[in-house]
């Protein structure tokens, strides 16, 4: 069962030419444990009034350059956007008898933790309020909201394909004993309290032999105080994490929130299946929870039409799909 943790190979979600790089200012900062880390500033479109400042969360296997893929559409809408690696990845230093994985660890929450008191200083050194918002994809989503529970300064969070690591470790242990056991009385009539057991002990296993533990983003989002604007995103094709996954922390969450469920989106794949509304989604949750000042001039070109269609979208919430129906083929949005 360790080897769920320890192997379980990600998707492939950033191609070598998925997208045109972008370039900030680069910068070194430290992590909450003190390791060395390096991130990159992006100045939005803004002409001095910026809207917000919005920090930007990775992939596993990913870099601070992927942020590309996802935040052109908020620069252009004069947000500001920082940017930066997680340990072991990019530019970033590795820790000594640390591997990182696929799920959201401690060390992760220890990087995100010192991204935002990095930004907060460099906010406040700018004249500017400590208001930040926060873009998450898969772990890094979960890493955004771990880091997120007692600080007031995050104002708004968008998460891409997240899950929480002990309903996960739960889905895989029952999937595998599907495949595996020999008898299968044996895995349909275990009641939920073995697998919550067989999952903490898993845990208790993994703290001990991988050096790390990994924090449940279910149990933060309840916890949250207090609870902040979150706009959920999954891939209805999403064969690594499913939908139900992204419906359960949606419920754990209070405050508003929606989740939108892209029809034919693998993991991770969402911005690329559905680009236009995907810009629309994000700037328009950012420009209503997170936005210090309107725009200055006609620089959002069709986004801004977009834009005001997700508003009116948002404010006319439908019922949420059934978990074991899963996803129409149709845009599933609801929220409050």
Same mark, same amino acid.
């Not at 990159?40 to 917000?52: D, E, Q, V, Y």
């Not at 969070?157 to 002990?166: H, K, N, W």
């Not at 929606?258 to 989106?265: K, R």
């Given at each position: 069962?360790?080897?769920?943790?320890?192997?379980?190979?990600?998707?492939?979600?950033?191609?070598?030419?998925?997208?045109?790089?972008?370039?900030?200012?680069?910068?070194?900062?430290?992590?909450?444990?003190?390791?060395?880390?390096?991130?990159?500033?992006?100045?939005?479109?803004?002409?001095?009034?910026?809207?917000?400042?919005?920090?930007?969360?990775?992939?596993?296997?990913?870099?601070?350059?992927?942020?590309?893929?996802?935040?052109?559409?908020?620069?252009?809408?004069?947000?500001?956007?920082?940017?930066?690696?997680?340990?072991?990845?990019?530019?970033?230093?590795?820790?000594?008898?640390?591997?990182?994985?696929?799920?959201?660890?401690?060390?992760?929450?220890?990087?995100?933790? &010192? *991204?935002?008191?990095?930004? $907060?200083?460099?906010?406040? @050194?700018?004249?500017?309020?400590?208001?930040? /918002?926060? %873009?998450?994809?898969?772990?890094?989503? &979960? *890493?955004?909201?771990?880091? $997120?529970?007692?600080?007031? @300064?995050?104002?708004?969070?968008?998460?891409? /394909?997240? %899950?929480?690591?002990?309903?996960?470790?739960?889905?895989?242990?029952?999937?595998?004993?599907?495949?595996?056991?020999?008898?299968?009385?044996?895995?349909?009539?275990?009641?939920?309290?073995?697998?919550?057991?067989?999952?903490?002990?898993?845990?208790?296993?993994?703290?001990?032999?991988?050096?790390?533990?990994?924090?449940?983003?279910?149990?933060?989002?309840?916890?949250?105080?207090?609870?902040?604007?979150?706009?959920?995103?999954?891939?209805?094709?999403?064969?690594?994490?499913?939908?139900?996954?992204?419906?359960?922390?949606?419920?754990?969450?209070?405050?508003?929130?929606?989740?939108?469920?892209?029809?034919?989106?693998?993991?991770?794949?969402?911005?690329?299946?559905?680009?236009?509304?995907?810009?629309?989604?994000?700037?328009?949750?950012?420009?209503?929870?997170?936005?210090?000042?309107?725009?200055?001039?006609?620089?959002?070109?069709?986004?801004?039409?977009?834009?005001?269609?997700?508003?009116?979208?948002?404010?006319?919430?439908?019922?949420?799909?059934?978990?074991?129906?899963?996803?129409?083929?149709?845009?599933?949005?609801?929220?409050?």
């Amino acid at each position: 069962m360790l080897n769920i943790i320890r192997d379980t190979p990600p998707p492939l979600a950033m191609g070598p030419r998925d997208f045109e790089r972008i370039d900030g200012e680069r910068v070194t900062f430290r992590a909450f444990d003190n390791l060395n880390l390096c991130g990159m500033l992006l100045r939005g479109n803004h002409g001095g009034s910026p809207k917000g400042m919005i920090i930007f969360s990775h992939e596993f296997s990913s870099d601070m350059y992927s942020c590309a893929r996802y935040c052109r559409p908020l620069l252009a809408r004069g947000y500001d956007v920082f940017s930066f690696d997680y340990r072991g990845h990019g530019e970033s230093s590795h820790e000594p008898g640390y591997q990182p994985r696929q799920w959201p660890s401690d060390r992760e929450v220890n990087d995100m933790l &010192g *991204a935002i008191a990095y930004v $907060s200083e460099w906010l406040e @050194r700018e004249g500017r309020g400590p208001e930040i /918002g926060l %873009f998450g994809i898969s772990r890094g989503a &979960g *890493a955004a909201i771990l880091a $997120s529970v007692d600080d007031p @300064r995050i104002k708004a969070i968008v998460t891409d /394909g997240v %899950f929480s690591s002990d309903t996960v470790l739960e889905y895989l242990m029952k999937r595998w004993a599907y495949i595996f056991a020999k008898v299968r009385f044996l895995y349909e009539n275990h009641p939920p309290q073995f697998w919550r057991f067989l999952r903490w002990m898993l845990f208790r296993a993994c703290r001990r032999k991988l050096n790390c533990s990994f924090p449940s983003v279910r149990k933060a989002l309840k916890a949250m105080q207090p609870a902040r604007p979150l706009l959920f995103i999954h891939g209805e094709r999403d064969s690594y994490i499913p939908v139900e996954q992204s419906q359960l922390l949606y419920e754990a969450a209070g405050g508003p929130k929606s989740l939108w469920v892209v029809p034919g989106a693998k993991h991770n794949q969402s911005v690329i299946v559905r680009p236009e509304h995907y810009a629309m989604r994000t700037v328009a949750f950012f420009d209503e929870y997170l936005a210090q000042s309107q725009p200055q001039g006609p620089t959002q070109g069709p986004v801004q039409a977009l834009t005001q269609e997700a508003n009116q979208e948002r404010r006319s919430p439908t019922s949420p799909p059934s978990p074991s129906t899963g996803a129409s083929k149709a845009d599933v949005v609801f929220g409050r």
